[in-house]
């Protein structure tokens, strides 16, 4: 027994023959009623069925269902292949087809939204356009899911903006808000898609949504920021002073961002995390006329990184290690690219020593905590000193620091060079650390 059989079978004998008699062109307003009645009682799989008939492949089959009585009404006889059948009649049925799960409603819903992310595309523009008769909020992700969709975009617009026409406030919010975890690119025609309602219909919904669209201006996403300042130009909107710089810099006009003078330095400084490579020297190329200087770690790194001061990061020690590898993924250049290593490579020259535990030795650059070396690669090549606290150390950070040595650095330098200072109980140090401490380091010495 097939899928559809089975499906066929969870529902009333009634819903069937009613179909039928909406194919024989009976009063279509009476038997919709009817029917939608009967989806109601019969729930989810009533709907499911109805939604099976739009699929292509079913599109002929359903056809069929309904007897060559029909052909013999239309003076047609039934060879098999129904050619030039899928006018005006399945058209008529497509139509009156939607206009039962529209009038379904709530038994309707869930059902219909799973089914815009069918793997037919018939299914799918079926449900869109009911789901957007029906004007329930909870449609409007699944519109949003639709738009980098090749054929139903415009679709999913157009019920988008037909919908918020009709709700305004509630069905903005919810655009944005279930947007907001989409990707750039669908990100980006939700924005879009906002600034087109622009017409006196939508003086109101234009109006709700400029609040929300100026909060886009400082997103932590640059391209975002860019489409919101081009969807508020659109609108015909003018910053106000405080405004004026987010505005700005989101459409990268850093001539006039440095006209701003110290309004820029507090606007510019907070989005310097977030810019692209090319975007973040012409930021602190503007931070430089304006004669300002870092602050924080963070602000210095971003400054070093746009200006190509490997030195001067590799300056900072440890840490400056999570920003540089952050730089590495998130910037393409080759500038980066190949100053990443060099830096890195001069800030773990400057290591001597290592502690494994809770109450750290010397607080200096030289000395590296607890180091989780699980991915490092770059050979410590002026370590001298293995410190281990036995009542607070992590066994398998120190297992993967043996690792890291017998896979990155030299036998005979480990050997001749790093000693292993072990404090505390002796007892609580593992037998196995103990063991490869005496095998592979210099001297292993107990305090």
Same mark, same amino acid.
């Given at each position: 027994?097939?899928?559809?059989?089975?499906?066929?079978?969870?529902?009333?004998?009634?819903?069937?023959?009613?179909?039928?008699?909406?194919?024989?062109?009976?009063?279509?307003?009476?038997?919709?009623?009817?029917?939608?009645?009967?989806?109601?009682?019969?729930?989810?799989?009533?709907?499911?069925?109805?939604?099976?008939?739009?699929?292509?492949?079913?599109?002929?089959?359903?056809?069929?269902?309904?007897?060559?009585?029909?052909?013999?009404?239309?003076?047609?006889?039934?060879?098999?292949?129904?050619?030039?059948?899928?006018?005006?009649?399945?058209? /008529?049925?497509?139509?009156?087809?939607?206009?039962?799960?529209?009038?379904?409603?709530?038994?309707?819903?869930?059902?219909?939204?799973?089914?815009?992310?069918?793997?037919?595309?018939?299914?799918?523009?079926?449900?869109?356009?009911?789901?957007?008769?029906?004007?329930?909020?909870?449609?409007?992700?699944?519109?949003?899911?639709?738009?980098?969709?090749?054929?139903?975009?415009?679709?999913?617009?157009?019920?988008?903006?037909?919908?918020?026409?009709?709700?305004?406030?509630?069905?903005?919010?919810?655009?944005?808000?279930?947007?907001?975890?989409?990707?750039?690119?669908?990100?980006?025609?939700?924005?879009?898609?906002?600034?087109?309602? #622009?017409?006196?219909?939508?003086?109101?919904?234009?109006?709700?949504?400029?609040?929300?669209?100026?909060?886009?201006?400082?997103?932590?996403?640059?391209?975002?920021?860019?489409?919101?300042?081009?969807?508020?130009?659109?609108?015909?909107?003018?910053?106000?002073?405080?405004?004026?710089?987010?505005?700005?810099?989101?459409?990268?006009?850093?001539?006039?961002?440095?006209?701003?003078?110290?309004?820029?330095?507090?606007?510019?400084?907070?989005?310097?995390?977030?810019?692209?490579?090319?975007?973040?020297?012409?930021?602190?190329?503007?931070?430089?006329?304006?004669?300002?200087?870092?602050?924080?770690?963070?602000?210095?790194?971003?400054?070093?990184?746009?200006?190509? /001061?490997?030195?001067?990061?590799?300056?900072?020690?440890?840490?400056?290690?999570?920003?540089?590898?952050?730089?590495?993924?998130?910037?393409?250049?080759?500038?980066?690219?190949?100053?990443?290593?060099?830096?890195?490579?001069? !800030?773990?020259?400057?290591?001597?020593?290592?502690?494994?535990?809770?109450?750290?030795?010397?607080?200096?650059?030289?000395?590296?905590?607890?180091?989780?070396?699980?991915?490092?690669?770059?050979?410590?090549?002026?370590?001298?000193?293995?410190?281990?606290?036995?009542?607070?150390?992590?066994?398998?950070?120190?297992? #993967?620091?043996?690792?890291?040595?017998?896979?990155?650095?030299?036998?005979?330098?480990?050997?001749?060079?790093?000693?292993?200072? !072990?404090?505390?109980?002796?007892?609580?140090?593992?037998?196995?650390?103990?063991?490869?401490?005496?095998?592979?380091?210099?001297?292993?010495?107990?305090?």
């Amino acid at each position: 027994m097939t899928e559809d059989t089975l499906l066929k079978e969870t529902i009333p004998a009634q819903i069937d023959e009613l179909l039928e008699k909406l194919w024989d062109g009976t009063d279509n307003t009476i038997l919709i009623s009817e029917i939608s009645k009967n989806v109601v009682v019969a729930g989810r799989p009533a709907v499911q069925y109805l939604l099976e008939l739009f699929r292509s492949a079913q599109i002929w089959a359903t056809l069929r269902v309904f007897k060559r009585a029909k052909f013999e009404k239309i003076g047609k006889e039934d060879d098999g292949t129904l050619n030039g059948f899928s006018g005006d009649p399945w058209k /008529n049925m497509e139509s009156a087809l939607v206009n039962i799960l529209v009038k379904a409603g709530e038994t309707a819903m869930a059902p219909l939204i799973e089914a815009t992310k069918d793997s037919h595309w018939e299914v799918q523009e079926r449900a869109i356009m009911a789901l957007e008769v029906i004007g329930d909020i909870r449609a409007v992700e699944a519109f949003i899911d639709l738009l980098d969709h090749i054929m139903l975009k415009s679709k999913a617009e157009e019920a988008l903006v037909r919908m918020a026409l009709a709700k305004e406030l509630p069905v903005i919010e919810e655009l944005i808000k279930k947007s907001e975890t989409k990707s750039i690119k669908i990100r980006k025609e939700v924005i879009r898609l906002l600034a087109k309602m #622009r017409s006196s219909d939508y003086d109101r919904a234009a109006f709700a949504f400029r609040g929300l669209l100026i909060k886009m201006l400082s997103e932590p996403i640059q391209l975002i920021c860019k489409e919101a300042a081009k969807a508020l130009d659109e609108l015909g909107w003018k910053p106000s002073d405080t405004e004026e710089a987010l505005y700005l810099i989101a459409k990268e006009e850093w001539e006039k961002v440095g006209s701003l003078g110290v309004l820029a330095v507090r606007p510019l400084t907070k989005m310097l995390p977030d810019l692209s490579y090319s975007v973040l020297k012409k930021a602190v190329g503007v931070l430089e006329k304006l004669n300002w200087n870092p602050s924080s770690d963070t602000e210095k790194i971003l400054y070093f990184i746009a200006t190509g /001061n490997w030195e001067a990061i590799a300056s900072l020690g440890l840490p400056a290690i999570e920003s540089l590898t952050k730089a590495l993924s998130r910037y393409g250049h080759m500038e980066v690219q190949k100053g990443v290593p060099r830096a890195w490579e001069k !800030i773990y020259s400057q290591i001597t020593t290592i502690y494994f535990g809770g109450a750290p030795g010397d607080k200096n650059r030289a000395v590296w905590h607890n180091p989780d070396v699980s991915n490092l690669i770059i050979p410590i090549k002026n370590l001298n000193k293995v410190e281990v606290d036995t009542a607070t150390y992590d066994f398998h950070q120190v297992e #993967r620091f043996i690792t890291y040595a017998a896979n990155y650095l030299d036998k005979k330098y480990l050997k001749k060079c790093v000693k292993v200072n !072990i404090h505390g109980d002796p007892g609580k140090l593992h037998q196995n650390l103990r063991n490869l401490f005496e095998e592979m380091f210099g001297s292993v010495k107990f305090n």
